[in-house]
C-alpha cells in the first residue's frame, strides 16, 4: 500500500470495524522497522482489512540494507547465545557428575 501521510495518527484512530487500530511493526525485508496500523483483531477471523502505514517509507535502499544487516547479527547472536548457554549447561552437568564421583569415592571407599 501507498503511503499517503498518515504518520500524523492519533491514538484514537479507527479501523473498518469501529475498534481504535493498534500500531504494529513490519520487520519485511522491503519495510523493516516501518509502523502501520492495522486491525486490533488481526490474526483472527472476524478482523477487517484495514491497514495504513505511521512511518515515512525508508527511501534510501541503504537503510533498509544497514537495519536488515542488523536484524541478521542479532539473530545470530540469539544462535550464538544458546550454544554458548548449552555449553556452560553441559560444563556444570560434567562437573556435577565429577563432584558426586569423588564425593561418592571419599565416602565409600
Ligand atoms: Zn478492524
Known amino acids: 500500500m501507498e503511503y499517503d501521510g498518515a504518520n ?4 484514537q484512530t479507527m479501523c473498518l470495524c469501529g475498534r481504535i487500530a493498534a500500531m504494529r511493526t513490519a520487520w519485511t525485508e522491503n519495510n523493516p522497522g516501518r509502523r502501520f496500523l492495522g486491525c486490533s483483531y ?3 477471523p472476524d478482523a477487517c482489512d ?8 525508508l527511501l534510501h535502499p541503504r537503510y533498509k540494507s544497514v537495519i536488515n544487516g ?5 539473530n545470530r547472536e540469539d544462535v550464538l547465545e ?3 548457554q548449552r555449553i556452560v549447561f553441559y560444563h556444570r552437568l560434567v562437573l556435577a557428575i565429577v563432584v558426586l564421583v569423588v564425593v561418592l569415592v571419599h565416602y565409600v571407599l
Open 8 to 11: 500524523q495518527v492519533n491514538e
Open 42 to 44: 488481526y490474526g483472527r
Open 50 to 57: 484495514y491497514f495504513k502505514w505511521v512511518d515515512h517509507p
Open 70 to 74: 542488523l536484524l541478521r547479527n542479532d
Open 82 to 84: 544458546k550454544k554458548w
